[in-house]
């Protein structure tokens, strides 16, 4: 399983980028994937996942409303709309991917319960 991050880039505050996360290995029939940050001072924190077969979506409180995460057709990426952004979302943005057969619900606290990790995009949001 490998899983390559890309879209992130510098936008400036209220702009929008979209992550794509694509899983060779990987099918979001049976996989649940999450979006994690690592934040300095805080760690990794979840930002947002899918449960696998795209049952449901979770967002942390700080992005509801402005990221959305979907699933493409093929079922091997998932995206992360990111809109409204703001200079405290800059990070680098992580996508990580799990086996599992519960179609409601996927971790999002720290990653701890998922198994293949991509290498990250930056992100950077300037004021």
């Known amino acids: ?14 702009g ?18 999450g979006w994690f940050r690592q934040v300095p ?7 947002s996942c899918v449960a ?16 959305t995460t979907s699933i493409s057709d093929a079922k091997n990426t998932v995206y992360m709309q990111m809109n409204t952004l703001k200079p405290e979302d800059t990070t680098v943005y992580y996508c990580a991917a799990q086996i599992s057969e519960n179609h409601n619900y996927c971790e999002l606290d720290f990653g701890s319960e ?12 300037s004021s």
């Open 114 to 125: 998922y198994s293949y990790w991509g290498q990250g995009t930056q992100v950077t949001v």
């Open 1 to 14: 399983v490998q899983l390559v991050e890309s879209g992130g880039g510098l936008v400036q505050t209220g």
């Open 41 to 47: 001072g805080r760690g990794r924190e979840g930002v």
């Open 52 to 67: 696998s077969g795209g049952g449901a979506t979770y967002y942390q409180d700080p992005v509801k409303g402005r990221f």
């Open 16 to 33: 929008s980028l979209r992550l794509s996360c694509v899983g060779l290995g990987v099918n979001t029939d049976d996989h649940a994937i």
